[in-house]
C-alpha cells in the first residue's frame, strides 16, 4: 500500500507539472543516449529483483524522459490532452483487469460498451441506434474492419474457402485518406488493377494532414448505384458529430455502412479509444466468429448473445470502454460538444492570426473544415526569393529544423511533413481542452523565435 501511495503521489506531481505552463513538454534525449542509461535510469532488464526505491525511481524517470502530450502546448498528434476523468477511467480498468471477450467476466463494461456504441449509432442517425460495433485497438484496426465485413458481406463464402472464392477486388479511397485503408487492402488480398471488382469506397471524415472533408452523400449517391459498400473513416472528424454547429461537415454518414470513429482524438479519450460502427446487425458476427467452444460455450446460464468477444479478430481485448463511458457521464452531452466547438474556434484564431501575416504562406486556401491548419513559414532570409527549385529545396528544410530546435528545447511541439509535390509544411492540430489563445501565441512566437535566421 505504501508503494502504491508513493506511485500515485509520483503520478498526481506529474499532472500538477503537465498543466503548469513553466514546464516543458519533453526532456529531449536521443535513443543512444536513453539506451545508454541516463544517471540512475537503466533500461537493461535485471536478473535480480530490484527494491521498490529503484522501481520508484524507474517510475518517475520514465515520465521524466518521456512527453507530456496532456501539456497545453503539445499539438504534435491527432490525440493530445490528459483528461482527469478519463485517467481515473484508465486507472480503474487497470485495477480491474479483465478482458472484453465474455460477459463472464466483464459483466459491467461488456454493457457499458453495447450501451455506449447505440448512442454512437444514433448520432449517426442510423434508426433507433440499431447495427452493431466494437471497441478495436485505433483506427487502422477500425478501418481493416470495414473492408473486412464488406468483403464477407459481398462474398461470404471467404471466410471459409479463401480468396479463391471472389473475383479480384478493388477499393477506392482519396489520396489524402489515411494509409490504413490501403494497408487494410493490402493486408486482404486487394489490388489496384483496372479490371478488378469495385467493392468498397471509403470516404474521410477529417483527413489526417488537411482534416478536409469528402462530400459524403455525393459519395453514398455513387455508391447505392453500383451497390458499393461505403464507409466513412470518421476517426478524426468523427467527434464533430457532437456539434450542432459542425456536425453539417458530415452530412449523409448516416448512409454509411460503416463508420470509424476514434473517442480518442478528437473527444480527448486518453488512448485508446476507437470504435468501428455498422449499420448492418449481424455482420460482425458472421464475419469473425469462430465458436471457440473453450470460451464461448452456448450453454451458459446467462443470454451468451452478451458474449461479444467473437465479433472481433482479436481474442483477448482491452477493456477501452471505461474511461469514454465515465468521462460522457461527467460532461454529458454537452460537454462534448463544448470541447469540439472550443478547439474548432482555437484554431479559427490561430488561422485568422496567420494567414495575413508576414512570414507565412497559407498550405491550401480558405478556412480549414477542421482543426488541422497548415502552413509554411518563411524565415526572413527567404522572404524575397523567386519561387523556384533553390526556394523548394531550402523551404524544405526549414519546418525540420524548426521543429528539432523546438524539441530540443522542449518549450513546444507541432507536426510537420511533405504532402503531394508540397515541400515540407507545419500541420497544427488542436484536440487537448487546455490549450488557450495564449498557447497559440506562444506556439508562433516560438516558431518566429527559432526561425529567425
Ligand atoms: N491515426 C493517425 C494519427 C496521426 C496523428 O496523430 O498525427
Not at 202 to 224: K, L, R, W
Not at 260 to 266: D, E, G, L, Q, R
Not at 302 to 319: L, P
Not at 321 to 330: G, H, R
Amino acid at each position: 500500500m505504501q508503494f502504491l501511495l508513493e506511485v500515485v503521489d509520483i503520478l498526481t506531481n506529474y499532472i500538477r507539472k503537465t498543466f503548469d505552463r513553466s514546464t516543458k513538454v519533453l526532456d529531449f534525449h536521443h535513443p543512444h543516449q536513453l539506451l545508454e542509461g541516463m544517471e540512475g535510469f537503466n533500461l537493461e532488464l535485471s536478473d535480480q529483483p530490484e527494491s521498490l526505491e529503484q522501481i520508484l525511481v524507474d517510475c518517475r524517470d520514465t515520465l521524466k524522459y518521456g512527453v507530456r502530450t496532456g501539456h497545453p502546448r503539445f499539438f504534435n498528434q491527432l490525440s493530445t490532452g490528459l483528461d482527469i476523468i478519463g485517467l481515473a477511467g484508465e486507472w480503474l480498468t487497470s485495477t480491474a483487469n479483465t478482458n472484453m471477450f465474455t460477459y463472464e467476466i466483464a459483466p459491467v463494461f461488456v454493457l457499458m460498451e453495447q450501451l455506449t456504441l447505440k448512442k454512437m449509432r444514433e448520432i449517426i442517425g442510423w434508426p433507433n441506434g440499431e447495427g452493431d460495433g466494437l471497441f478495436s485497438p485505433g483506427g487502422a484496426i477500425s478501418n481493416m474492419y470495414s473492408v473486412m465485413i464488406a468483403r464477407y458481406k459481398y462474398f461470404p463464402e471467404v471466410k471459409t474457402k479463401g480468396m479463391s472464392a471472389a473475383p479480384r477486388l478493388v477499393l477506392f479511397t482519396s489520396e489524402h485518406s489515411h494509409y490504413s485503408i490501403t494497408k487494410a487492402g493490402a493486408a486482404l488480398g486487394f489490388g489496384k488493377e483496372n479490371g478488378y471488382v469495385p467493392l468498397f469506397v471509403n470516404a474521410t471524415a477529417g483527413t489526417t494532414v488537411y482534416g478536409a472533408f469528402d462530400p459524403i452523400n455525393d459519395i453514398a449517391d455513387i455508391c447505392e448505384k453500383y451497390n458499393l459498400w461505403l464507409h466513412v473513416d470518421g476517426a478524426w472528424g468523427g467527434g464533430l458529430l457532437m456539434s450542432r454547429r459542425h456536425r453539417h461537415k458530415l452530412s449523409g454518414v448516416e448512409r454509411a455502412n460503416s463508420v470509424t470513429w476514434n473517442p480518442h482524438k478528437m473527444m480527448g479519450v486518453p488512448l485508446q479509444c476507437s470504435a468501428i460502427l455498422v449499420r448492418e446487425k449481424g455482420i460482425l458476427q458472421g464475419c469473425n466468429s469462430m465458436c471457440a467452444g473453450y470460451l464461448f460455450q452456448p450453454d451458459k446460464q446467462y443470454d451468451v448473445t452478451y458474449d461479444t468477444g467473437d465479433k472481433a479478430i482479436q481474442c483477448g481485448r482491452h477493456v477501452d470502454i471505461f474511461k469514454f463511458w465515465l468521462m460522457w457521464k461527467a460532461k454529458g452531452t454537452v460537454g462534448f460538444e463544448q470541447h469540439i466547438d472550443r478547439c474548432l474556434e482555437l484554431s479559427e484564431y490561430l488561422y485568422n492570426k496567420i494567414k495575413n501575416r508576414p512570414g507565412y504562406e497559407m498550405v491550401f486556401q480558405g478556412e480549414p473544415q477542421h482543426t488541422n491548419v497548415c502552413f509554411w513559414y518563411i524565415p526572413p532570409s527567404m522572404r524575397n526569393m523567386p519561387d523556384g527549385e533553390e526556394r523548394r529545396e531550402r523551404l524544405h528544410k526549414v519546418a525540420p529544423k524548426i521543429k528539432a530546435m523546438m524539441m530540443e528545447s522542449g518549450t513546444t511541439m507541432v507536426g510537420y511533413q511533405p504532402q503531394g509535390d508540397k515541400v515540407n509544411f507545419f500541420r497544427m492540430v488542436i484536440s487537448n481542452h487546455a490549450a488557450t489563445r495564449s498557447d497559440i501565441d506562444f506556439l508562433i512566437d516560438e516558431i518566429e523565435r527559432l526561425g529567425h535566421d
